[in-house]
């Protein structure tokens, strides 16, 4: 395994195929990664005390910090970090154990806390702050810090979800073929 994919009380990273991580990255413990997923420079992933889940053709851009709560009496299943399928997340974003469905958009410096579910299609506008617990309706924008709902997406910024995450797996795409000849 390399430096920067650790093993921690005997879990290891899982990666699906054509995973890409960066060199400059951590992915630590139960971590596991679906087909096509990509992470970008400088992103630090701790599933140490719980796990942490990407989705299919989903990617985390730089600077993102993902993490999860631990298990306890309190909360035996603690907040385990679960990102669904063709999820674009924005540069410097924290998600910390949440849940977010597929085909979102967490835009640029967000910060998203524990027990919050993202539900499918919805995009989170750069530098919002979604509070614990909070449920975010499919089918929205939210913005604000605390984060709110805006408005209904329209059709086009519905099918640009999809259109970011099909793009940045194409970019990963090319940085594994440029990779795979030196």
Request: aromatic share 4%; glycine share 12%.
């Amino acid at each position: 395994m390399s430096t920067n994919l650790r093993s921690y009380k005997g879990m290891s990273p899982q990666l699906g195929e054509r995973v890409r991580v960066d060199s400059s990255s951590v992915v630590i413990g139960d971590v596991r990664l679906a087909d096509d997923v990509a992470i970008w420079p400088l992103v630090a992933i701790r599933g140490d005390v719980n796990r942490v889940t990407i989705g299919k053709r989903s990617n985390i851009q730089d600077g993102c910090v993902l993490h999860v709560t631990h298990k306890s009496a309190v909360k035996p299943e603690g907040h385990p970090l679960v990102i669904g399928e063709d999820v674009t997340v924005g540069h410097k974003v924290m998600l910390h154990g949440c849940r977010i469905g597929n085909r979102v958009l967490v835009g640029m410096g967000t910060i998203v806390l524990d027990g919050v579910v993202i539900e499918d299609d919805v995009m989170i506008g750069a530098g919002s702050l979604v509070a614990p617990g909070k449920r975010l309706e499919s089918g929205h924008l939210y913005l604000g810090s605390p984060a709110r709902k805006v408005r209904p997406l329209t059709e086009a910024e519905i099918a640009g979800l999809l259109y970011s995450a099909n793009n940045y797996v194409g970019w990963k795409d090319d940085y594994l073929a440029e990779e795979s000849q030196t």
